[in-house]
């Protein structure tokens, strides 16, 4: 398994407070992605990073803020929750195979509800 | 109208049946992507496929570049294999678009 961790697994906070999660990893790969899952919608992008300080959005960046100051760490921050925000996040990361495709790996998801 | 589409949403059979789940794609790309995501668990990238066809174990995953059109295909198929399978296209190292899932329950 690619070495991929996010923290914290499980989240209760309330809405209008500021959330971060992490996502860290030990693969080096130069690109790490946030998604989130919710039913009905499948997995959608919100941020993405191709390298340390540059990132850019996703097709649901709304809301959130990301941050990426070392290779192996990539932060999303909700900068005041609100209750649409409750979902499963997902950290990804990938690396070339060398012909141009890019496989994703995925941390094991970090569970937000916002009450 | 969805970039990625996949059939059935859902899907029932017993234990043994060869099972196909179809993905169709409406936009140029570099890669197709099988995932795997059991209940409440994390996603595992089953397979990445820019032509023809991959295979492990008891697992096979095609594509037609031409036709937009990939498939899944489990043989033997055991309870342990119940999951949700997600099909995703990528353009690039940008993005992964997905589509919404196959849920396959497979009965002893």
């Known amino acids: 398994d690619a070495g991929i961790t996010q923290s914290p697994r499980?989240?209760?906070?309330e809405t209008g407070?500021?959330?971060?999660?992490?996502?860290?990893?030990?693969?080096?790969?130069r690109y790490m992605y946030w998604y989130r899952q919710?039913?009905?919608?499948?997995?959608?992008?919100?941020?993405?990073?191709?390298?340390?300080k540059d990132t850019d959005k996703g097709e649901v960046s709304d809301g959130y803020s990301v941050s990426r100051s070392k290779t192996e760490d990539f932060l999303l921050t909700l900068e005041s929750a609100t209750s649409?925000?409750?979902?499963?996040y997902f950290c990804a990361i990938s690396e070339s195979t060398g012909?141009?495709?890019?496989?994703?790996?995925?941390?094991?998801?970090?569970?937000?509800?916002v009450t | 109208k969805n970039e990625v589409e996949q059939?059935?949403?859902n899907l029932t059979a017993q234990e043994g049946e060869f099972i196909t789940i179809n993905c169709s794609y409406s936009v140029g790309i570099s890669a197709l992507h099988w995932l795997q995501q059991h209940p409440g668990g994390g996603i595992v990238s089953l397979f990445m496929l820019s032509s023809g066809k991959k295979k492990h174990g008891r697992l096979i995953a095609t594509i037609n570049i031409q036709e937009k059109h990939s498939s899944l295909h489990i043989t033997a198929s055991h309870p342990r294999d119940s999951a949700v399978y997600i099909c995703a296209v990528s353009q690039g190292a940008q993005k992964l678009v997905f589509g919404q899932g196959t849920r396959l329950t497979i009965n002893p």
């Open chain 1, 10 to 13: 499980h989240k209760v906070t």
């Open chain 1, 17 to 29: 407070t500021p959330v971060t999660l992490r996502c860290h990893q030990t693969e080096n790969h």
């Open chain 1, 38 to 52: 919710d039913p009905g919608h499948g997995l959608r992008l919100i941020h993405y990073s191709y390298g340390v």
């Open chain 1, 84 to 88: 649409s925000q409750t979902s499963v």
């Open chain 1, 99 to 113: 012909t141009g495709s890019y496989e994703q790996y995925f941390g094991p998801g970090t569970r937000l509800t």
């Open chain 2, 7 to 9: 059939s059935p949403q």
